[in-house]
């Protein structure tokens, strides 16, 4: 079996689990989830929009995250042995940093979700060119933020965003153009919804440091994970439209 084969059976299933129904434990976590939110101070939920608005603008066309220029002329398995490695290089780097604003108390960890946000972006831009995609491009970028979004969204929200990624190259020169366009509204509370239970402990003192440092990690790790497979199904929905195209031109008439 070659490593396509075998990633084609990883992105099938990544593909199922997306799209199967929410189960009844998911609907009670997503009840649980909404009824804690109630209780977390407007300031943080405040800090948390800012962070991600901001965020938002920064990827969209601010040059924070794209210095990293796409690689070429490297075969899928070393592709995707180079990301294994970045996004382990990055688990630990997001641990560090949780477990450092976590030690701090409270205040601490609210600086705590722009300080990861920054992370994980410039991981995915590291991602996307070591699967040789220009992040300068403005369709890219937006694809980035539908990662994001896929990874850290409620199961009924995650499977509209991905419907969205399915056949994204053929549909991106759909997509708005203009910032205001996005939204970037229930792109912050599908994220702050998620990782609002890992992260309140990391206020609490004495448990916080260890809290945030593994919450952090775990986090980026579940967007490592989203991006690889996200980038995998472009691939293959690629290659499948360049062999469609080459049996047309095959049984063309005039073509044997």
């Known amino acids: 079996m070659t490593y396509e084969q075998k990633i084609t059976h990883d992105v099938d299933f990544w593909k199922f689990k997306i799209l199967q129904k929410q189960?009844?434990?998911?609907?009670?976590?997503?009840?649980?989830?909404?009824?804690?939110?109630?209780?977390?101070?407007?300031?943080?939920?405040?800090?948390?929009?800012?962070?991600?608005?901001?965020m938002v603008k920064a990827v969209l066309f601010g040059s924070t995250f794209t210095t990293s220029k796409p690689i070429l002329d490297l075969t899928l398995m070393h592709r995707e042995a180079l990301i294994k490695q970045k996004?382990?290089?990055?688990?630990k780097t997001g641990a560090a940093e949780g477990g450092i604003t976590g030690a701090g108390g409270f205040l601490m960890s609210?600086?705590?979700?722009?300080?990861?946000?920054?992370?994980?972006?410039?991981?995915l831009f590291d991602i996307a060119a070591v699967y040789g995609y220009d992040v300068k491009d403005y369709r890219e970028r937006l694809f980035i933020l539908h990662i994001f979004q896929l990874a850290f969204s409620s199961k009924e929200e995650g499977k509209n965003i991905f419907v969205k990624m399915q056949d994204w190259d053929n549909q991106a020169h759909q997509l708005p153009t203009n910032i205001d366009e996005f939204d970037w509204l229930t792109f912050q509370q599908q994220y702050r919804d998620y990782i609002d239970l890992a992260k309140l402990a990391q206020m609490l003192p004495f448990v916080g440091a260890a809290v945030g440092a593994v919450a952090n990690y775990k986090l980026i790790e579940k967007l490592g994970i989203t991006a690889m497979m996200s980038y995998r199904m472009r691939y293959f929905n690629l290659e499948h439209a360049v062999l469609s195209n080459q049996k047309l031109v095959e049984n063309k008439p005039g073509t044997n």
């Open 110 to 123: 609210l600086a705590d979700f722009p300080l990861l946000l920054g992370i994980k972006m410039k991981m």
């Open 23 to 54: 189960s009844l434990f998911n609907q009670v976590t997503d009840t649980v989830q909404k009824k804690i939110n109630s209780y977390i101070p407007e300031k943080v939920h405040h800090a948390i929009t800012t962070a991600i608005k901001q």
């Open 87 to 91: 996004i382990e290089n990055y688990k």
